[in-house]
């Protein structure tokens, strides 16, 4: 069984950072890839970044430059750095464990970016 749970998130001015986190519980966490994704108000959840097991990332045009992903396996702890925020970033974001497609999904932490 696994589980995740995401934190960090909140309220921040545009140009701010935050930074998320999700804490995961079970043994397959550091071999399997994990990813954040984000659900806009009234619009479908959509990939911000994905890292793998290895540490190989990729990321959304959108945020490329702006967030980085990382992970720590030895404390099953997954990150989303976010930098240069802007009021479109705003969205409830997920973390995921994926296995081909997410398999296993947190309970999502809120950012509210202000303009």
């Known amino acids: 069984q696994v589980q995740l749970v995401e934190s960090g998130g909140g309220l921040v001015q545009a140009g701010g950072s935050l930074r998320l986190a999700c804490a995961a519980s079970g043994t397959i966490f550091s071999s399997n890839t994990m990813g954040w994704y984000r659900q806009p108000p009234g619009k479908q959840r959509e990939l911000v970044a994905r890292i793998t097991s290895g540490g190989s990332t990729n990321y959304a045009d959108s945020v490329k430059g702006r967030f980085t992903i990382s992970r720590d396996n030895a404390q099953k702890m997954l990150y989303l750095q976010m930098n240069s925020l802007k009021p479109e970033d705003t969205a409830v974001y997920y973390c995921?464990?994926?296995?081909?497609?997410?398999?296993?999904w947190g309970q999502g932490t809120q950012v509210t970016v202000s303009s």
């Open positions: 995921a464990l994926i296995i081909i497609l997410p398999r296993y």
